[in-house]
């Protein structure tokens, strides 16, 4: 089985929270190694349990602040890079923003079919 809609919620959250992180440390280190996690363990953390509630005020926050960063660039910035550790592979800034513009999007997606299954 997936993720419940709790699990997803959360994941969101860390997910994006990382994401934000690795901006910073590309915005203000040389190509940084970023530090990899496993996304499938903390989903079994206790917080799933949690309200996601939690999370989602999280993510607006988030996503607030990660907006006015991304507004105060400028596009040279975007060509950045920061290094994944897994994979040895280059990944600019301006790749990210839109992977995590799609991963919201695409977990979403998962929240309405899990909604239209209990109801």
């Known amino acids: 089985g997936g993720w419940t809609a709790r699990q997803v919620l959360h994941h969101l959250a860390d997910s994006h929270m990382h994401a934000y992180i690795r901006f910073k440390w590309t915005l ?12 499938k363990l903390w989903a ?3 917080e ?13 926050a988030l996503h607030a602040k990660w907006i006015t960063l991304l507004r105060s660039l400028k596009p040279v910035d975007f060509e950045k890079y920061f290094v994944h550790p897994e994979t040895g592979k280059q990944v600019r800034l301006d790749r990210l923003a839109a ?6 999007e695409h977990h979403l997606g998962h929240l309405r079919i899990i909604l239209d299954l209990k109801f």
């Open 44 to 46: 079994e953390t206790y």
């Open 99 to 104: 992977t995590y513009a799609w991963h919201g």
């Open 28 to 39: 203000t280190e040389n190509s940084p190694t970023i530090k990899a996690y496993n996304e």
């Open 48 to 60: 799933v349990a949690q309200d996601p509630a939690l999370s989602i005020n999280l993510l607006k």
